[in-house]
């Protein structure tokens, strides 16, 4: 069972950046596709980001392109979430999650979680 663990969340002015970080406890990792997902306050959850298993393929939120990078590091098993420009509805906490899949983007199934990190961002 693969355990994630992400990191790097905390309050940042509007305009401001973040990095985000997810580490894997598995040797494994290189072996799901990942994913960030996000849940504001009293909303549902939705896709943010994913990443294959190489690293080449990218898929975002339409809404997030531009201003959210992801990647990945397979040698030290961990996913990254850079945020730049972020605004105040970029407040949620984020999760990263592992997919034994092969679809890379919001239709993802996902087969492990972390706890999440809460990111705040004021105006």
């Known amino acids: 069972q693969v355990q994630l663990v992400e990191s790097g969340g905390g309050l940042v002015q509007a305009g401001g950046s973040l990095r985000l970080s997810c580490a894997a406890s598995e040797r494994t990792f290189s072996t799901y596709a990942m994913g960030w997902l996000r849940r504001a306050p009293g909303k549902e959850r939705e896709f943010v980001s994913a990443i294959s298993r190489n690293g080449r393929i990218a898929q975002y939120r339409d809404s997030l392109k531009g201003r959210f990078t992801i990647s990945r590091d397979n040698d030290k098993n961990t996913l990254y979430l850079q945020m730049n420009n972020l605004k105040p509805e970029d407040t949620a906490v984020y999760y990263c999650?592992?997919?034994?899949?092969?679809?890379?983007?919001?239709?993802?199934?996902?087969?492990?979680w972390g706890q999440g990190t809460q990111v705040t961002v004021s105006s």
């Open positions: 999650a592992a997919s034994s899949g092969n679809i890379i983007g919001p239709a993802m199934r996902m087969n492990y």
